[in-house]
């Protein structure tokens, strides 16, 4: 009893240690940077309004059909869901009160004026490196440029304890501590501009970089295990492993990264799901010379040891499927559903329908989006580059049987080689896509 | 001691708990299907229609017959060059090979025929119908009456139809309503075509083309597209299509092919654009409409 008493006593020491050192890091971890700005500078706001762009902040700050950065957007994480904030200049309930220390300190540290810890869900760990210029021109941009909306803050649906926010500071002096941006070694100043983006304001490792048991990316720039950049899970989506490397980006060239970035689209694929957002949103508003040096950085990502290049088999389906055989698991269903769009040579129709053959979404090693997007169907991004955005519709209506032979055939044939899709896979993406969050707060009065 | 004892237990209990019923939790799968009504001559429901999966053809006695038929009329071009002169496929206008609503779909199409159609004035059955597709929408040739190609695309349809007796229909339309009092404007259908048609179609109607040169989009007008027999020549009977069926690949749930996108004005406007560019004529065309009763919209 006596052990019990001090192991008690323990514990609640290292409590009030860890509580105390978590609140007190805002005075002792984040010095303000209490910069004056001048907001009313219209090339400051110009750029501003270019780097949120690259920042991509309207996405996740926005509902569909609502005011820009007046947040309500939901991001569905494994303790529940996360509601974007009001980031419009509203003194009430936006950041209209914020000065250029509060904003720098929320936006790169992640702690609000008042102290509290803001989730990770908003990636400021990303954030880290930008730089202060690009950091006060975003700020002359918010002040001068977005309209201030009043709109009430939205809980999360996280629940106690698990949604107190004072531990985050342990997490943020473990996985977000101060650093600068370091250009990645004997690099040139094209690539060096595509590393700053890449891991600072787009974010990219945020949905593209694998997590770590407590929701961190487990690198926020080049590493040697080189685990940046090389793919990960998020709300039932793969987003791809974007390291220059097999089933990465070693099949696309600079020419249609770019080209995808900027359109959404090129002959062999189409943005889908959250990149879809990215696209319509951010990328297509970057210059040339930027998406260049963000395909380029990209391409310049080393492959993993053991993943060596991802060569096509032999398209033996193509014939097949000419000469009438319909006979391998899941052709027939192929023909029936599929050939209409992606047609029996699996080449889709260029920059309209995307491609199956060649398509590394289609043969990732995780097959999660190739799975959502066939239950759930997908939309490309609009962008000024192609007059209509066409829409994949969802196959729900098929049976668990037939997509898993489906998508088994899919990732198996043009020369396409990749794992078979088991019932299960598909059974398990139905409960994730039934459980999503609602993505927005609803408006007041609905 | 007891209470530590007891604490475990339940801690074990939980846990077997949360495990079994995550276990336990239904596995989700497709709904069933709720199929569309089968309608007697009072258009009273006497039953339901599913639309069958083409695995279902595999237990049929014809399996090969039904299969050469469906791809027959998904492939036209390239399997029946010297009936076909048009860039065109029979799934070019019938989508989804005919398993669809309000797109010229198949699944009433035997119970249809024979029947005396206008145009003709006289009675025309499937093989005579399906003849006229050719010789009009395919700008081609009849195929022969009494041929495998022609038995095989029947044989598909007689699928389809799923034993629905012949005085009873499925409950789906040949081609969705539209406003056929509405003024075309070929000015505004250019515009129309420009935005919503072109990406497809190519801008000057020209259809788009795999790596074999077989049809993806078909031509819309010019020496490859339909010639002015066809049904879709006429700007409303396309303006019906047009509304129903185009642009496809436009909602996240549904079947391919259900347009919904355009007004009826802007699908008449674009109908009467396209249908009315130059196109093949249609020498038989005097021995349309016998009796008179021409449509308004013939483009003869």
Known sequence: MRFAKYALLAC??????????????????????????????????????????????????????????????????????????????????????????????????????????????????????????????????????????????????????????????????????PRDFTPPEGADEVITRGAYLVEGLAHCGACHTPRGLAYEEKALSEDAAGLFLSGSVLEGWYAKNLRNEDTGLATWSEAELVTFLKTGRNDRTAAFGSMSDVVEHSLQHLTDADLTAIARYLKSLTPR????????????????????????????????????????????????????????????????????????????????????AFVMPGFAHLTNADLAELMTYIRNSWGNHASPVTEADIARMRHEIANKPIHYAPEAGR | ????????????????????????????????????????????????????????????????????????????????????????????????????????????????????????????????????????????????????????????????????PKDQRVDVVNAGVIDESLIPDPVRGQAVYAAKCAACHGGNGEGTFDQFGDVIFPPLWGDDSFNIGAGMARTYKAAQFVKWAMPPAMHLTGQLGQGGVLTDQEAVDVSEYFTHMPRPDFAPKANDWPNGNKPKDARY
């Open chain 1, 12 to 177: 609640a020491s290292a409590l009030a240690i860890g509580w105390g050192t978590a609140i007190s890091t805002q005075w002792w971890l984040a010095p303000k940077r209490a910069a004056v700005i001048d907001i009313t500078d219209p090339a400051l706001i110009a750029r501003g309004e270019y780097v949120a762009r690259a920042g991509d902040c309207v996405a996740c700050h926005t509902v569909p059909g609502g005011a820009p950065f007046a947040g309500g957007l939901g991001l569905q994480t494994p303790m529940g869901t996360i509601y974007a904030t009001n980031i419009t200049p509203d003194p009430e309930t936006g950041i209209g009160s914020y000065g250029y220390g509060d904003f720098e300190r929320a936006v790169r540290q992640g702690v609000r004026p008042d102290g509290a810890h803001l989730y990770p869900a908003m990636p400021y760990a990303s954030y880290r490196v930008v730089s202060d210029a690009d950091m006060q021109a975003l700020f002359a941009y918010f002040m001068s440029s977005v309209t201030p909306v009043s709109k009430e803050n939205q809980p999360t649906t996280i629940p106690w304890p698990a949604s107190m926010r004072w531990p985050l500071a342990w997490w943020n002096m473990l996985f977000s501590s």
């Open chain 1, 305 to 388: 040891e053991g993943r060596e290049e991802w060569r096509p088999n032999e398209d033996l389906t193509t014939a097949t499927l000419r000469a009438g055989d319909f006979t391998a698991p899941g052709a027939l269903t192929y023909v029936e559903h599929c050939t209409a769009c992606h047609r029996l040579d699996g080449m889709g129709a260029p920059q309209v329908y995307p491609a199956l053959k060649g398509n590394s979404m289609v043969f990732a090693d995780d097959p999660s989006s190739l799975i959502q997007i066939t239950l759930a169907g997908g939309r490309m991004p609009e962008t000024p580059a192609h007059p209509m």
């Open chain 2, 1 to 164: 001691m007891k209470k530590t004892f007891l604490l475990t237990g339940a801690a074990v209990v939980a846990l077997g708990a949360a495990v079994a019923w995550v276990a336990t939790r239904p596995a989700l799968d497709a709904a069933a299907p709720a199929g569309i009504a089968i309608l007697d001559a009072y258009k009273s429901e006497v039953g339901r229609y599913v639309i069958p999966p083409d695995s279902d053809i595999l237990a049929e006695p014809n399996v090969d017959q039904i299969l050469y038929g469906k791809r027959l009329l998904a492939d036209t071009k390239r399997l029946l060059p010297d009936n076909v002169g048009a860039q065109m496929n029979c799934n070019s206008c019938h989508m989804l090979d005919g398993k669809i609503d309000a797109a010229n779909g198949y699944i009433n199409t035997v119970n249809f025929y024979p029947r005396v159609m206008p145009r003709a004035a006289r009675e025309v059955d499937l093989e005579g119908r399906i003849n006229g597709c050719f010789q009009r929408s395919m700008n081609g040739k009849p195929l022969d009456r009494d041929g495998p190609e022609m038995k095989a695309m029947i044989a598909y349809m007689e699928w389809l139809r799923q034993d629905v």
